[in-house]
């Protein structure tokens, strides 16, 4: 038997990895997302917080943790103060953490709706490919700069507006809204 304790991360550091500040452009599109559809918020209250949830430290969190996991040896030269680099997430612990959020990420869209699910499955693989070879997409200014706008509006946009509808498809007029939203 080893007298060698497993490296766990503090608290701190997991939360300074999943950067909060990082998580208001993906609720604020949510909410608007939500009044689009006219429902009265009353009948909803628990599904929007449960949505807020995954818009915000769910989905935006794991993209978070998954780029930063992606950057670990960049940031090691240009920030070695990170959580990864500077090893406050010890080994790798910070694609443990990745992957774990993803899980969440789909387990509460999935009790959402359908839509809700789609929408997060949609957004969580966008962040793989984001950060991640072979697609690496924040690598071209154009499919990146794309990616996030899909991501941290259109996509929040829709879910807000699909888990008032009880997680069904939002009418036509919530994607044209939401484009815009993204385009501006």
């Not at 950067?19 to 949510?30: C, D, L, M, S």
């Not at 780029?67 to 080994?91: C, L, T």
């Not at 869209?109 to 809700?116: F, H, K, N």
Request: hydrophobic share 55%; with cysteine.
């Amino acid at each position: 038997m080893s007298g060698h304790a497993i490296a766990r991360p503090a608290p701190l550091a997991v939360l300074e990895l999943l950067k909060p500040v990082t998580w208001f452009p993906p609720v604020w599109a949510f909410l608007c997302g939500v009044v689009s559809v006219g429902v009265p918020l009353s009948d909803k209250i628990g599904e929007i917080a449960l949505g807020l949830l995954l818009a915000g430290p769910l989905v935006c969190a794991a993209s978070q943790a998954m780029n930063d996991w992606a950057d670990r040896h960049v940031d090691a030269i240009n920030e070695p103060n990170r959580p990864i680099p500077s090893g406050r997430i010890p080994g790798s612990w910070g694609l443990i953490i990745a992957w774990f959020w993803t899980f969440l990420s789909v387990l509460v869209g999935a009790a959402l709706g359908p839509v809700v699910l789609a929408a997060t499955l949609m957004g969580i693989t966008f962040a793989w490919a984001y950060s991640f070879e072979p697609m690496r997409m924040k690598a071209d200014g154009w499919w990146g700069n794309l990616t996030c706008g899909i991501c941290y509006e259109g996509l929040a946009w829709v879910t807000g507006a699909a888990v008032m509808l009880g997680g069904n498809a939002p009418h036509w007029h919530v994607f044209a809204l939401a484009g815009l939203y993204m385009a501006s």
